[in-house]
């Protein structure tokens, strides 16, 4: 059974940083891939970054490139999300999703995650001044 904990959100001003760590278990094979997604009050989910745990391959959104970091440890089954110069827009709950035995790439890591991925419960990020 996979199993995906969330951790680390919390109340930032814009500017600031938060690190979320993302505890997968159960993923077994090379081709695993972790991602966090983010909803806002109002908006559609929004697929942010993923990574494959196998080569470390990592996938941003335009909206966070530059600014958030997406990193693995496998020893750990341990994905983390860093997210740098916080903005107001990036106030939403986080959702750390898992998916097996599909070979992502840029332009299909958003939809093959968020139709056939296994979720986490979420974390609340709120960036306010």
């Known amino acids: 059974e996979v199993q995906l904990v969330e951790s680390g959100g919390g109340l930032v001003r814009p500017g600031g940083s938060l690190r979320l760590s993302c505890t997968a278990s159960g993923f077994q094979g090379e081709n695993v891939f972790i991602g966090w997604f983010r909803q806002a009050p109002g908006k559609e989910r929004e697929g942010i970054s993923c990574?494959?745990?196998?080569?470390?391959?990592?996938f941003y959104a335009d909206s966070v490139k530059g600014r958030f970091t997406i990193s693995r440890d496998n020893a750990k089954n341990e994905v983390s999300l860093l997210m740098n110069n916080l903005k107001l827009d990036d106030t939403g709950i986080y959702y750390c999703?898992?998916?097996?035995?599909?070979?992502?790439?840029?332009?299909?890591?958003?939809?093959?995650?968020?139709?056939?991925?296994?979720w986490g419960q979420g974390t609340q990020v709120t960036v306010s001044s």
């Open positions: 999703v898992g998916l097996k035995g599909y070979d992502l790439g840029p332009l299909t890591w958003i939809g093959f995650l968020n139709a056939f991925g296994s």
């Open positions: 990574i494959s745990r196998r080569d470390g391959s990592t």
